[in-house]
């Protein structure tokens, strides 16, 4: 195809995805409110009899639905986003490429959401619990729900990112770029940067560093096994290809 028509491809396939996450996002708004409430229920459910959530600001009651509905339509329209993206590259690919991306695609997706459950239903109990516990007597719980929003949003996006270790691991992998044998090696290295990333990405607290830690560490591992599983191809694959 000529660039013309390349470009031309690539606006289309652009236009789809900005109108798929709108959609998603038009069908979600109406229900705002609602998820905001599920989504603070980790926090609420924690809080003294009698205490709730403020809004500090006086649009924060309307722009932090919208920020949440917003953030939920694109990360629903995540896997129609991702084949737009398969469908504009996958031609330019070869066979053997094309059978390791659309696995590797779609694996990214399910631990990008596994991250993202994760998060919710383990690390935010905890997390929460931790800190509604620790607080000197006499100081009220009042989280304000913008803030509690970009905290939690953070969170999700930590540890949909740290989820994805294995994908980023076997890349390295195929690319050349190190071997499961060196990944090996140097293990002890890579468990201490496991632990940095879950001091940097959490807040400041031992219970949410060691929930993003160990599960990069054991992502990682599986990383290298499936890595170690994917090199080991017969020679007649080789010359086939």
């Known amino acids: 195809m000529p660039l013309i028509a390349h470009l031309l491809e690539l606006r289309n396939r652009l236009l789809k995805m900005v109108l798929a996450v709108l959609l998603c996002f038009a069908a979600i708004y109406p229900f705002a409110n609602p998820l905001y409430t599920l989504l603070s229920d980790p926090l609420t459910r924690l809080l003294p009899e009698?205490?709730?959530?403020?809004?500090?600001?006086?649009?924060?009651?309307?722009?932090?639905?919208?920020?949440?509905?917003?953030?939920?339509a694109l990360f629903v329209a995540i896997p129609y986003v991702l084949y737009q993206i398969w469908s504009f590259i996958a031609p330019g690919l070869y066979r053997r490429e094309k059978k390791l991306a659309f696995p590797l695609l779609f694996s990214s997706v399910v631990l990008f959401y596994l991250g993202a459950a994760f998060a919710y239903f383990v690390v935010f109990p905890l997390v929460f619990g931790f800190f509604t516990t620790v607080g000197p007597a006499g100081i009220s719980e009042m989280p304000d729900m913008s803030r509690y929003l970009d905290f939690v949003l953070k969170l999700f996006f930590a540890f949909g990112v740290?989820?994805?270790?294995?994908?980023?691991?076997?890349?390295?992998?195929?690319?050349?770029?190190?071997?499961?044998?060196?990944?090996?090696?140097?293990?002890?290295?890579?468990?201490?940067?496991?632990?940095?990333?879950?001091?940097?990405?959490?807040?400041?607290?031992?219970?949410?560093?060691?929930?993003?830690?160990?599960?990069?560490?054991?992502?990682?591992?599986?990383?290298?096994?499936?890595?170690?599983?994917?090199?080991?191809?017969?020679p007649d694959e080789d010359v086939e290809e």
Not at 53 to 69: G, Q, R, S, Y
């Open 50 to 72: 009698g205490q709730t959530m403020i809004a500090t600001d006086v649009a924060a009651p309307f722009f932090a639905p919208l920020k949440l509905a917003l953030m939920l």
């Open 162 to 234: 740290a989820f994805e270790i294995p994908i980023a691991t076997i890349l390295l992998v195929l690319a050349g770029i190190t071997t499961p044998e060196d990944l090996s090696a140097k293990r002890p290295y890579v468990i201490v940067f496991c632990f940095i990333v879950g001091m940097l990405l959490t807040p400041p607290d031992i219970i949410s560093q060691t929930l993003l830690a160990l599960p990069m560490w054991l992502l990682f591992e599986s990383g290298v096994l499936c890595a170690r599983l994917i090199r080991r191809r017969t």
